[in-house]
């Protein structure tokens, strides 16, 4: 292979290159490579293919794969299909943002530290906390760093953890607490939710955190204000995980008490992309600010007085404090938050709202079309936002079901029993904006059919 | 919301200004751009949503009144006009790949190929969910099998997981499986050994890994001190990190040595695979004795940085440490079908919801089918070629503190320049003023006045010597006229920033609510 076209150097530029150097070949810079460790031969890598090849290939690969556009989609459990405005795409298109690297040079990203210091504004205008970072990884490793800031800054090694946490945030929150020698307790839910009482039972002077998710896995809105007294008088804090969407009509958990508030930002329109890259965001008291893990940008001045936006408080992070930086964290999700925030934009304080409000109006209807079908009842009696828990018959196999709901065009609920065999025949059922009257109806007459 | 309900002291000043600016029609990208709260206007809307095709209910009879939102959220409202111009005047205002060179090392800022922002976008890609059944998502799961074959066979590992979000994630990953290891045979190894050219993500993940850290000089050539590599090593001894080539951009020759001396004590050794750029075809981890590595996608695999994420950092192990890897990996069956393995009662469990950066792993994989075998080996060989050339050409200009040659990256010290009280700050930001991204400054610590130079492979030799030609440039002023290079940029539409200010008294938001 002489020519590709992302490389420009011709082999008369490599020869004049190598005479420059005053290398005889290539060779020669790769010398103090031991031969012992030399790689010989060709890779066995899948072989390249041309621009028009390509296309055709990736295309047939994608097609593969039972996508939105042509398949109606009542999965949620952590990942949505809502609305993409197609604004967001268009400005996250704007190689100006998505091919720089982390604005470590203000001067030439001010665009970039804008646009994250409006993320952080609207993080902490939806959550109702005093400050937030440029974001996380995604809202599970979110809720993993708040117990790691909870148990630093309380100086204790437990974490109280309701069973109505998504269960792979759960899983990941006992990994890091692995590798950081914390313990971690598990409440588990009645009628869908946390009990209060259990949860309180759970907390004792070593409890770092107690940390919830609301809407919760299950769909449920926790009563998060009725946790709040118990772990601040037990000197705790409490760590609430959020759907971001649903905060355009559910109160904030900041005015319910929360110390810290993650989440993912995947439903503000980011692309489900088979579960990632999204969002994650992590907002806090501003006792804590310093204690956060990832980027933070502030808001300045230059010499010449002018407004202007830096990346701060970076005395936190690994590159200055190595060992003892507050994360190892060193990236955050600039493109994904820039989604978030183009998102908040169009959507202004009356389209989050109304787009909530769709979610909750559409997700009811549902639930009252599904629970009619013969033999199918709604699990929890609970308050919901846009997902919900149906009980099926108990012979009805759901992976089986959800085989034949495909074939007749729709993606359909998540599993319970796949983590917790005393779930077995529940499906839980998300209903976003998306989904129109005629397609939750033609849903409900497929379960029907099909059970 | 009203301009003036964004708290007075904080933001008033600076939204008058931006505001008399706009009136002046100045052309965009010299004036100081409102915060998009300050565009606001009541009654303007951007946004169009579905109808309302169900019978409604009041909120408040479907949930609790204590539960809804006393107060609304105080978002924008704006027009769609204004959104598409607010973003575009602050993309206008931010610099990358495209907008021209950007030697950062460490980074390897190189070209962003569209063909990978498009695949990505397929319906068939983007707008599929992890929950869908596996039949659903063949497509899918194929693409990460066999990206996971592929970064097995470039780092001559054994199994990959493709689930680490970053390069940082990828390295605590990597250091919980070890771990896990050592813990599998019985043994509590609680020291990671890291030289002091490391980034400064390794002490931080093996904090967190619970581990912890000792770090060892490097010697006169800038490459590990074996003897002071010797002496860290021992029972207590869980691995080392090391980057290689090293964050100085220099291959470690011992490194078969090394790893003798890793391994007799009964450690590991980890690759930090950040310098992956130089290596492709040429040199594999898994032969030069490592047992972890990971690699950054949005290095290597020209996936894009968006500005500091999303990126992607697999991990590969060898066969012995399989058994720990995060769940799930995708499988094959003998059908030829895809499934997601969820492994046994020895993986380390989840380290990120669902399976991986997708999204980029699709982006890498194209990347890959762009090159093939030999276009990799390729973007190594001219990645290492450019470092050369580059270093050749500036080393009579700037110190150079380890003279030989340099994989794809190298460093030179501004300690010539900071006797004339010029420092490799000031050299950074004259940088600016010529349209060119600095490098990597003051790091690695251990080189005085450090600049660390990456020019990857997708530059040609015209804008290397542009970049050389300036570079010599600064070195005159710095020599004659160094007020003139400390006092820089001129021409940024922001000058030097107070970044004291910033962090003594934190405005991190626009508190649009109150």
Known sequence: MTKHRYLPLTDQDRAGMLQAIGAASLEDLFADIPESVRFKGKLNVSPALSEPALLRYMRGLAG?????????????????????????????????????????????????????????????????????????????????????????????RRLVLSAGVHPEAREIVRTTAKGLGLEVVEVGCEGGATPAAALAAAIDGDTAAVLVQSPNFFGVIEDIAAVEPRIHAAGGLLVASCNPLSLGLLEAPGRLGADIVVGDAQPLGIPASLGGPTCGYFAAAEKWTRRMPGRIVGQTVDREG????????????????????????????????????????????????????????????????LSAVPGVSLAYPAPFFNEFVLRLPDHVSIPELNRKLLERGFIGGYDLGRDDPALKGHLLVAVTEQRTREEIDGFAAGLEELL | MKETTVTGNKTTGAAQEAAQQTQQNRPAGTVVQPLIFELSRPGRSAYSLPECDVPEEKDDSLVPAAYLR?????????????????????????????NGFYPLGSCTMKYNPKINEDVARFPGFAKIHPYQPEESMQGALELLYNLQRDLAEITGMDRVTLQPAA?????????????????????????????????????????????????????????????ALEAAAGPETAALML?????????????????????????????????????????????????????????????????????????????????????????????????????????????????????????????????????????????????????????????????????????????????????TLDIAKRLLDFGYHPPTIYFPLIVDECMMIEPTE???????????????????????NPEHVKNAPYTTIVKRLDETLAARKPVLNCSCGG
């Not at chain 1, 902490?124 to 148990?151: F, I, K, P």
């Not at chain 2, 250091?175 to 050592?182: D, E, P, T, V």
């Not at chain 2, 967190?208 to 590990?224: C, H, K, Q, Y």
Request: hydrophobic share 40%.
């Open chain 1, 64 to 156: 593969k794969n039972a996508d939105f556009d042509r398949y109606a989609c009542f999965l949620g459990a952590g990942i949505y299909d809502h609305h993409l405005p197609v604004v967001v795409n268009h400005i996250i298109s704007r190689s100006e943002f998505y091919t720089a690297y982390t604005p470590y040079q203000p001067e030439i990203s001010q665009g970039e530290l804008q646009a994250i210091f409006e993320f952080q504004s609207y993080i902490c205008e939806l959550t109702g906390m005093a400050v937030a970072n440029a974001s996380m990884y995604d809202g599970a490793t979110a809720l993993a760093e708040a117990g790691a800031l909870a148990a630093g800054a309380t100086k204790r």
């Open chain 1, 306 to 369: 002018k407004r202007g936006f830096v990346l701060t408080l970076q005395a936190r992070e690994q590159h200055i404090r190595r060992e003892k930086a507050t994360s190892n964290i060193c990236s955050n999700q600039a493109l994904l938050a820039l989604c978030a925030s183009v998102y908040l934009s169009l959507m202004g304080k009356e389209g989050i709202r109304e787009v909530a409000r769709l979610n909750l109006q559409k997700a009811h209807y549902a639930a009252r079309r």
């Open chain 2, 70 to 98: 006393k107060r609304p959220a105080e978002l924008p409202e704006v027009y769609e006009v204004d959104v598409i111009r607010h973003y575009t005047a602050l993309s206008r205002k931010n610099f990358g790949v495209d």
């Open chain 2, 167 to 227: 390069g940082a994630h990828g390295e605590w990953t990597g250091l919980m499986m070890i771990r896990a290891y050592h813990e599998s045979r019985g043994e509590k190894r609680t020291k990671v050994i890291v030289p002091d050219s490391a980034h400064g993500t390794n002490p931080a993940s093996a904090a967190a890994a619970g581990f912890e850290t000792v770090t060892i000089p490097s010697d006169s050539r800038g490459l590990v001190d074996l003897a």
């Open chain 2, 243 to 423: 980057t290689n080539p090293n964050t100085l951009g220099l291959f470690e020759e011992n490194i078969t040595e090394i790893a003798r001396i890793v391994h007799e004590a009964g450690g590991l050794l980890y690759y930090d695979g950040a310098n992956a750029n130089a290596i492709m075809g040429i040199t594999r981890p898994g032969d030069m004795g490592f047992d972890v590595v990971h690699l950054n996608l949005h290095k290597t695999m020209s996936t894009p940085h968006g500005g500091g994420g999303p990126g992607a950092g697999p991990v590969g192990v060898k066969e012995h440490l399989a058994p720990f890897l995060p769940r799930p990996t995708v499988a094959r069956r003998d059908d030829g079908s895809f499934y997601l393995d969820f492994g046994g009662a020895e993986s380390i469990g989840r380290v990120k919801a669902f399976y991986g950066n997708f999204g980029i792993l699709v982006r890498a994989y194209t990347y890959i089918r762009t090159l093939g075998p030999e276009g990799l080996k390729r973007v190594s060989e001219n990645a290492v070629l450019n470092a050369n050339y580059m270093l050749k050409r500036l080393a009579p200009y700037y110190e150079v503190p380890f003279n030989r040659p340099c994989k794809h990256e190298f460093v030179l010290s501004g300690s010539r320049q900071k006797k004339r009280g010029v420092r």
């Open chain 2, 458 to 480: 997708t530059e040609s030799k015209e804008t290397l010597d542009g970049f050389i030609d300036v570079m010599i440039r600064i070195a005159g002023e710095a020599e004659e």
